[in-house]
């Protein structure tokens, strides 16, 4: 079946450390990849997206992700972390293989992210 | 205008009340979306149009509705919900539907309490 790990439910860092999110899928092909942050109380917010070319990706708020194919992982990071990151952290996939569920996006589970001053 | 709006931002109904939510946007964006989503949970897709033509619904029961009445306005009516449909119900919209590679802008979302 087709998915996406979070394996961390929450993450925390100090202000001006790295951060790192962690993600994996299981989807055949070359999906679609995308991050998506949910501030409390909100919808949520598009970050960054990979679709071919650099494996590294530069998003919104200082973000940038990392694709690696044999690994299948696309990480979420960013070299100084702020407080105001605090938030929930989705990573979803969009197939492309012709399953059903290619157009739609899957989601991780979430990461929390608790940046502490 | 980058913003998708839904109304209202908090709803409590009985479970014998019919309601609506509703959203709206103005980008010129074909695709629509419903999401629910469960507390530190990820979305959970319910409907989808494109092109104001319903194109997936992933099984919801009937007792939501959903309704597409042009390109800008998606609604989704609610009659005779159970305490289990409390949750926050995202609109969101894309360019489309094709490829997948298409970003999706989400509303603020409406949440929903069934008592």
């Known amino acids: 079946a087709q998915s996406v790990a979070q394996p961390e439910d929450q993450v925390n860092v100090a202000e001006g450390n790295p951060l790192t999110v962690k993600c994996t899928y299981s989807?055949?092909?070359?999906?679609?990849l995308f991050w998506y942050v949910q501030y409390p109380n909100r919808g949520l917010q598009f970050l960054l997206k990979y679709i071919t070319g650099d494996n590294l990706v530069k998003g919104s708020y200082g973000f940038e992700a990392e694709f690696n194919k044999s690994q299948t992982s696309f990480h979420l990071k960013k070299p100084s972390a702020l407080v105001s990151d605090s938030a929930l952290y989705f990573c979803a996939v969009s197939p492309r293989d012709g399953s059903s569920n290619t157009g739609k996006l899957i989601f991780g589970q979430g990461t929390t992210l608790q940046v502490k001053p | 205008d980058t913003e998708v709006t839904q109304t209202p931002k908090h709803l409590v109904m009985g479970m014998t009340n019919k309601k609506s939510l509703k959203c709206e946007q103005h980008m010129g964006h074909r695709a629509m979306y419903w999401y629910k989503q469960k507390a530190k949970k990820p979305p959970e897709l319910m409907f989808v149009y494109s092109y104001e033509k319903l194109s997936i619904n992933e099984s919801v029961p009937s007792r939501f509705s959903p309704e597409c009445p042009n390109s800008s306005l998606l609604n989704l009516h609610l009659h005779a919900l159970q305490p289990e449909d409390s949750a926050l119900y995202l609109c969101?919209?894309?360019?489309?539907?094709?490829?997948?590679?298409?970003?999706?802008?989400f509303g603020a979302g409406s949440r929903l309490t069934v008592l």
């Open positions: 969101a919209s894309s360019q489309d539907v094709e490829p997948g590679a298409n970003v999706l802008t």
């Open positions: 989807v055949s092909g070359n999906p679609y």
